[in-house]
């Protein structure tokens, strides 16, 4: 993460979007594409793949519906993703950079 640890906010097309101190969203409801690709350049992914798409999509689907961020071994087994896969597209992590990107607060769990 390269901006967000000293800042506390991202401007996205006039939006204001906070982080906590971790680098999560403070506010989940603000995330859309346009964040996710801002937090994707700030955890050095430049471009997001189909693939990374699909991840951050069903994280982001299973979040909304239980409230915490996917086991990994669910994401590998409903995607067809290799942990090794997740790790190269997000290299900070699953519980990091996929999470952040798929604008989650900090999840509580082992993702």
Known sequence: MCGLEEETA??????NIE??????MV???LWDEKVAAAIAGDEG???LSETHWKIV??????WKEHDLAPPVRLICKDLG??????YRLF????ARGACRVAGLPKPDGCV
Not at 57 to 62: M, P
Not at 91 to 94: A, D, F, L, N
């Open 91 to 94: 290299t900070s992590g699953p």
């Open 81 to 86: 993703v290799g942990v090794r896969e997740i």
């Open 10 to 15: 991202l401007q996205v097309d006039g939006t």
């Open 19 to 24: 982080f906590d101190k971790d680098g999560f």
């Open 45 to 47: 992914i430049d471009d």
């Open 27 to 29: 506010d989940p409801s």
């Open 57 to 62: 999509k069903f994280i982001r689907a299973y």
